[in-house]
């Protein structure tokens, strides 16, 4: 599991998922869309503190840098 996120991308993903959990758990959400945002909140955690988004490698996409070849 290479990264594929890069630092903006992970920094706005972490940011995301505190919001998203602080107002489930301040109680702005609630009902079927606590729940969505629930879950949207972990993942957008999960995936910006491990810094590999599974549906980025799908799809082919990647915000990280590659590392520079040394010759």
């Known amino acids: 599991m290479a990264k594929n996120e890069g630092t903006i991308d992970r920094v706005i993903r972490v940011v995301l998922g505190v ?3 602080a107002l489930v758990l301040l109680g702005n959400v609630t009902g079927t869309w606590a729940w969505v945002a629930g879950i ?3 993942a957008a955690l999960a ?3 491990l810094g590999y988004c599974g549906l980025y490698s799908v799809l082919g996409i990647r915000t ?6 040394q010759a």
């Open 19 to 21: 919001v998203l959990l």
């Open 40 to 42: 949207a909140g972990v």
């Open 47 to 49: 995936t910006g503190a």
């Open 64 to 69: 990280c840098p590659l590392p520079e070849k």
